[in-house]
């Protein structure tokens, strides 16, 4: 089965902008990877932020944004806030089956 | 109040089994497809097995192929996953969720350990 791979941690400042990615070992993410970013705070449940690359749930807030970047999937997060430091999760479909990324650890300082 | 509740973890040897159940509310269960995930301690998320609103298409990670079977029960708005011949690598947080992403249970943890 594939390999999504994702920065296992990123650091960046309150305010400031970050970009999170996600590959593939299969090559290029496109849109029929259905990519969903989840957020995962410690001692929760995952909270899906993006579905389908780039759409957002009404509980996503307006800072984050989902697109599809250099054959990766993205995550940008503008005006980073301290309750975003929390771990990311990338999921790819592929025909049916579905794997995760393994994580970034996004510290907010 | 729309939901899922995990039950089922527990404490067991290698080589058993145990069986997870969801119980979902609040929604139409028979609508979604449904997943299981779970989470390793000190390790990431990891997408267990899904199924598709009929029970007709399952698919599986390769590490828990021919050992855990994933079904539901829509009459009774529930999900299962029944897991054998665990392994220590078993042992982590299970999460049951609406494949779609939107929902996710609290988790339930499985031990595996003699």
């Known amino acids: 089965q594939a390999v999504v791979t994702q920065e296992p941690s990123l650091t960046v400042s309150p305010g400031g902008t970050v970009t999170l990615t996600c590959g593939s070992s299969t090559g290029a993410v496109t849109g029929g990877h259905h990519c969903y970013w989840f957020q995962q705070k410690p001692g929760q449940a995952p909270r899906t932020l993006i579905y389908?690359?780039?759409n957002k749930h009404s509980w996503t807030p307006a800072r984050f944004s989902g697109s599809l970047l250099g054959g990766k999937a993205a995550l940008t997060l503008s005006g980073a806030q301290p309750e975003d430091e929390a771990e990311y999760y990338c999921?790819?479909?592929?025909?049916?089956?579905?794997?995760f990324g393994g994580g970034t650890k996004l510290t907010v300082l | 109040e729309v939901q899922l509740v995990e039950s089922g973890g527990g404490l067991v040897q290698p080589g058993g089994s145990l069986r997870l159940s969801c119980a979902a509310s609040?929604?139409?269960?028979?609508?979604?497809?449904m997943t299981w995930a779970r989470r390793a301690p000190g390790k990431g998320l990891e997408w267990v097995a899904n199924?598709?609103?009929?029970?007709?298409?399952?698919y599986y990670v390769d590490s828990v192929k021919g050992r855990f079977t994933i079904s539901r029960d829509n009459a009774k708005s529930s999900l299962y996953v029944q897991m054998n011949s665990l392994r220590a690598e078993d042992t982590a947080v299970y999460y049951c969720a609406r494949d779609d992403g939107t929902l996710w249970g609290q988790g339930t943890l499985v031990t595996v350990s003699s």
């Open positions: 389908d690359t780039s």
């Open positions: 999921l790819l479909s592929y025909s049916g089956h579905k794997v």
């Open positions: 199924i598709n609103q009929d029970g007709s298409q399952k």
């Open positions: 609040g929604f139409m269960f028979s609508s979604y497809w």
